[in-house]
Structures are given as structure tokens and as C-alpha cells.
């Protein structure tokens, strides 16, 4: 069967290194766009030895001359029924999208490698308009065929990216093939090596976004830095090849601006205003945004404040604040599988509400859009990271690129999102000369794109002569220094804990990124027996006595809100393949050190009024 384009296409595009570009032609704020969704069931073939994707040479398929038979993707609707075909999508079983694998199938509970996924859809595309293909998330490398055409790949498993499909898209009978590939790599981002599942699949939304010939694809509507009575940003219209006019409107503060875009369709803006009603955890003030062009209207809800830092002090909107957080890993576990919806972020973000938090800690990656729309909402600030964790291959050229194509997609996402106060770049990483200026690249990169918000880490301390010490060398690029501390659970004594000597290396705001240690919801025992909610108890007082004292302590995030599912948390009885460091058990039962933090949080927020 061909494969529709001449072969050095295929080679051009498999040379391109498949996360060039991608974030681009990144498209944002989709829920508010004409999209049609593809969520649902979709078939699924399961090939660990990637049969659909390499011939019997192990030469990719798409990468071959045209006379060779294609692959999975392609020989679909093999043109001869004498042809050899040894698969069926349609007879084949299906699965939930978005959804990860591991948790709705048995036999794909430890499953690392590739499965194939297989779509149909029927569109009619009205003429003049164009249609695009946008996927949440996959994890972790996706190749995406429509029609037996290869749209591209895209390699990260936790941000968004898009293909426009308005040349290949059919009214009837369109089949959409995508290859995932949740295999761990050396030089992937993150490594081998993660205290979390790796959970495979189509785990995000996936949608159609239906846009006019030339159509708003980005913008940044956000206080301008340093001036809380400006409004300033830009629009990006996507084909806007002359000067179009472009509308900004904010109803509410009686904005209407009208803006003329550049020749390659994109404008810089700024607007005074003396009436803005600024965003706080406590009043969650969102405005309704609207962005007119001669072909369509794009609504959002924004809202504005300011972040900063002032020596020792975290400044919001001008006033010190305490961030009182909790860390929070993207999985439902009463379901015990990745979060992707709405009603998953309720849960989440209601719990945390409870604990009496006005921050979250969103670990170790971008989480889904849902998320961060809904902190905008219910006034929860967030700290995003990327999975730049642990030992990372900080001298490969090409793992910078992913890392920094995985930041990149998630500010585009999320620049917009006034819950958002902190880029975070790393989560205990070895230092190194390498590793340094890794996330100097990535510091870089952040400010480039975004230099409104306030870039940390997730550091390691260190002891020296009873001593915790902090001076990790790239503190000193960092606005927080953050660091994860166990006193009492990897080391540490938890009776001399609140006497503990600290002595960190930077005058700026002090968070501690996570501290915390394990029990197995329902198990009794004395403050000294390990894995009882008492020592668990015990812990957090303790810690919490200690970290009061931390000089310039603006802030924590506990790990971890609720237990979460690790291969590497073995322990039969107690863990059984399940990290237990959770506030509340994976049957969403509340153990005795959430009223611990509860109590603490309560006290702080007096302090800080
Ligand atoms: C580390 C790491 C977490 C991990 C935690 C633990 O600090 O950042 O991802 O789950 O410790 O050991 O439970």
C-alpha cells in the first residue's frame, strides 16, 4: 500500500527531532472553542514488539519507500484482500479515552511498551474553516496517523500539543491511529527511575477545534510586571498574514481596545486601569475576557494579581503571605488511576480546602488543564513543575530540548492562570556542573516566556556536623528556595527535631517543597511504632515545631495530600505497591496528621491576616 507522500518526506520528518515546533502552534484555552470531543472508546491493539510500526529489519515503516506495505496505521483499509493482514482494529478490544491503561485493564497493570489506539469519526467541514486535532496528554511518546497520513509525533507525557488535520479530514469515515509508547528512557524527561506509576495512554482530553481561516491560536492577558494598573500581553492570530483588527474587552472594568496586528499576526498590548479587583486565594476574582476578530469571538475568565518577592517575604498583591500547601500527585486514588476530569480536581482541590490550604504543590509535572482552571476559581494557589526529577541525563542535548519543549508547551497552557504563582524547575536533582546549567537553560527559557511569575525548585539539604544545611549552587537563581526535608522518617531524630539546626545559604523566602513520612490508614499503635497514623502524627508535630523556627519560612507542601501508587513501594500488609505518605488513605479516609496540619494551618493563617 503507499504511503500517500513521497519517501523523503518520511525521512525529512523522522530526522526533525520529534519535539521541535510542536509548541508553537500550540493552541489555548480550548474549552472555550467550537470543538467537537473524541473522548469515548476507542479500539486498542497491544504490540510490545512494535509489529504495526517496524518491518521485519526493524526499518520503521513510515520512514520507508512508498511501495512497501504499511504499517498498522496505514494497511487499515488494505486496498486488496489478498494482502497479508494479521490485525483488525474494529474486532480488536477498546478502551476509555482519556484514561490511563494500567488501571482499566488487568493484564495492563504493569504494561510498558506500545499500544496502538484506533478512532473513527465523521466530520463535515464547512468551507473556510480549518480543523485541528488537540491532544491533553499522552504518556509518553505519541505518533498520530489520520487517513494513513502521519500527522507527526510528540514525545513528554503531561502537556498539550495540536496537528492541523483540515487537508486530510474526510466527512465519513475518518480513522484516527495513534501509536503510545510509555517505555522509560535514559535520556527521557522524566528518567527510568520515578517514585510514581507509570501510567501509559491516552490520558487527557482529545477534541477536534473547529477555527476560521485566520483564528485567535494565542494570547497573554495578564497585570503587567511591576505596574498593578496595567493590563498588558499579546495576541497571536494564526494565518493573520495582514493587519486584523483585533477587539480586547473587559466588560466589568468598562475595557474595549481596539489593536491592529503585525504583519505575521500578532500584537503587543497594554491598558491602564485603576479599577481592577486583584485575585486572591479569599476573593477569587475572575473577569470575563472576550477577543473579538472579524471572524470570531474567544471568551475567557482571567484572573489579575501581583507575585513578587521582597528579601525574606513572599508579597501577593503587595502582602506577605504564609503558603499553606500540600503536595498533589495527578491520580484519583480512590479509583487508583490518573486524574483527568473536572470532578477528579474537585476532589482533590476540596480536600485540600479542608486542610485549610490557600496553595498546592501540583507534583511532579504539569497536571490537566481542569486542574488550574479550577484553582483560578476557587482561589488555591499552585506551584507547576515539569519532571525534570531526580537523575535526569543533564549532559544529553537532546534531553534539554524535551525538557525545555515540555516547559514551553505548559506555560503557553497556563500563562493566563492567576492561581499560578510559581515555575518550578527540578525536584532533587543531583548537583553537578551539567545539572546547573541544565536549569539555567530552563531558568532562561522561563523568563523568556514568562517573566511575570516566580521560578524555584524542589532542592536537597544536607547535613554537616549536626547541622541541615542548604546551599545548593542554583539557589542563588531561584526567587524561593525550596527544599524536601524527612527529618524523622529518612533519618533524623523526630525528639530533637524542633531544636534542629538549619543554616540556609540564601536571604530570600523559605518553602519547604516536602516533608512527611508513611501510614497505613487504620493501623493504631504509640508515636514510636513506624506506619502507625501516631507516628505519622507524631512526625508532622514535630516537623511542624522545627520548620516554625526555619528562618525566612514563608511557606510548605507536605508530601502528600493522599497515598499514591509507586512500584517502588513494595512493603506486603502495609504498602502493596502503594506509597502511603498520604494525609488520606487511597479509600479517601482522613488519618489522624491531617488534623495535625489542619490545626497548624489555622494557627499560621492568624498570624498572616
Ligand atoms: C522524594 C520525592 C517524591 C517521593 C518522596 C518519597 O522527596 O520528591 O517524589 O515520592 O520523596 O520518598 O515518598
Known amino acids: 500500500m503507499n504511503l500517500f507522500m513521497h519517501k523523503s518526506f518520511f525521512i525529512k520528518i523522522a530526522l526533525i527531532l520529534p519535539f521541535i515546533g510542536l509548541s508553537q502552534n500550540l493552541i489555548i484555552n480550548t474549552t472555550n472553542r467550537n470543538t467537537t470531543t473524541l473522548n469515548g472508546t476507542w479500539h486498542y491493539i497491544v504490540d510490545p514488539y512494535q509489529t504495526g510500526y517496524y518491518n521485519y529489519r526493524h526499518q520503521p515503516y513510515d520512514q520507508l519507500p512508498e511501495n512497501n506495505n504499511a504499517a498498522f496505521y496505514n494497511n487499515y483499509h488494505a486496498k486488496n484482500k489478498m494482502e497479508l493482514v494479521e490485525y483488525n482494529f474494529d474486532t480488536s478490544p477498546t478502551l476509555l479515552v482519556p484514561g490511563d491503561w494500567n488501571s482499566q485493564k488487568e493484564k495492563l497493570f504493569y504494561y510498558e511498551g506500545t499500544i496502538w489506539y484506533k478512532k473513527s469519526f465523521d466530520y463535515n467541514l464547512p468551507n473556510k474553516k480549518r480543523l485541528f486535532l488537540y491532544f491533553g496528554a499522552i504518556n509518553y511518546k505519541a505518533e498520530v496517523y489520520l487517513n494513513g497520513k502521519k500527522l507527526g509525533t510528540h514525545i513528554g507525557g503531561f502537556t498539550p500539543f495540536n496537528f492541523e488535520i483540515t487537508s486530510i479530514v474526510k466527512p465519513v469515515g475518518n480513522y484516527l491511529v495513534v501509536k503510545v509508547d510509555n517505555t522509560r528512557h535514559k535520556d527521557a524527561v522524566p528518567t527510568t527511575n520515578t517514585d510514581w506509576w507509570n501510567y501509559g495512554g491516552i490520558t487527557r482530553d482529545v477534541k477536534l477545534i473547529e477555527e476560521p481561516l485566520t483564528f485567535i491560536q494565542d494570547y497573554n492577558i495578564q497585570l503587567k510586571k511591576n505596574d498593578k494598573n496595567s493590563i498588558n500581553g499579546y495576541v497571536k492570530l494564526n494565518k493573520g498574514s495582514k493587519s486584523e483588527k483585533v477587539i480586547i474587552s473587559i466588560p466589568e472594568l468598562k475595557i474595549e481596545k481596539q489593536l491592529t496586528t503585525d504583519k505575521d499576526g500578532k500584537v503587543k498590548f497594554e491598558i491602564k486601569s485603576k479599577k481592577i479587583k486583584y485575585w486572591n486565594p479569599k476573593n477569587p476574582k475572575l473577569y470575563d475576557v472576550s477577543i473579538k476578530t472579524d471572524y470570531q469571538t474567544l471568551k475567557d475568565q482571567i484572573g489579575f494579581r ?45 480536600w485540600a480546602k479542608e486542610l485549610g490550604c490557600n496553595y498546592v504543590r501540583l507534583a511532579h509535572y504539569p497536571h490537566n488543564e481542569h486542574m488550574l482552571k479550577l484553582a483560578d476559581k476557587i482561589g488555591m494557589m499552585v506551584w507547576e513543575e515539569i519532571p525534570v526529577y531526580w537523575t535526569i541525563d543533564f549532559n544529553n542535548k537532546n534531553t534539554l530540548q524535551n525538557a525545555e519543549n515540555q516547559l514551553s508547551e505548559a506555560i503557553t497552557r497556563d500563562k493566563n492562570r492567576a492561581s499560578i504563582i510559581i515555575w518550578s524547575m527540578a525536584n532533587e536533582t543531583p548537583p553537578s556542573k551539567a545539572r ?165 494551618y489555622k494557627k499560621i493563617k492568624k498570624q498572616y491576616n
Open 436 to 600: 546547573n546549567n541544565f536549569i539555567k537553560n530552563l531558568i532562561n527559557l522561563t523568563k523568556s516566556i514568562d517573566s511575570t511569575r516566580l521560578i524555584s525548585a524542589a532542592l536537597e539539604k544536607h547535613n554537616s556536623n549536626g547541622v541541615n544545611i542548604v546551599d545548593d549552587e542554583i539557589g542563588k537563581y531561584l526567587d524561593i528556595v525550596a527544599f524536601n526535608q524527612y527529618t524523622g522518617w529518612y533519618g533524623g531524630s523526630l525528639e530533637d527535631a524542633p531544636n534542629a539546626k538549619w543554616n540556609i545559604k540564601f536571604n530570600k523566602p523559605v518553602v519547604i517543597s516536602e516533608f512527611g513520612g508513611g501510614a497505613l490508614q487504620g493501623l493504631h499503635g504509640t508515636a514510636k511504632e513506624r506506619w502507625t497514623e501516631e507516628y505519622q502524627e507524631y512526625l508532622y508535630q514535630q516537623n511542624i515545631k522545627m520548620i516554625e523556627k526555619i528562618p525566612n519560612i514563608r511557606g510548605m507542601s507536605p508530601w502528600i495530600l493522599a497515598d499514591f501508587r509507586s512500584p517502588k513501594r513494595v512493603l506486603p500488609g502495609i504498602q502493596d505497591g502503594w506509597n502511603r505518605k498520604g494525609l488520606i488513605s487511597n479509600g479517601g479516609v482522613k488519618k489522624k496528621a491531617f488534623f495535625t496540619l489542619k490545626d497548624f
Open 306 to 350: 501581583t507575585i513578587e518577592t521582597k528579601e525574606s517575604n513572599i508579597l501577593l498583591n503587595g502582602k506577605s503571605i504564609f503558603l499553606r500547601g500540600i503536595s498533589i500527585h495527578e491520580e484519583n486514588p480512590m479509583r487508583g488511576s490518573r486524574a483527568y476530569s473536572t470532578d477528579d480536581a474537585l476532589v482533590a482541590l476540596n
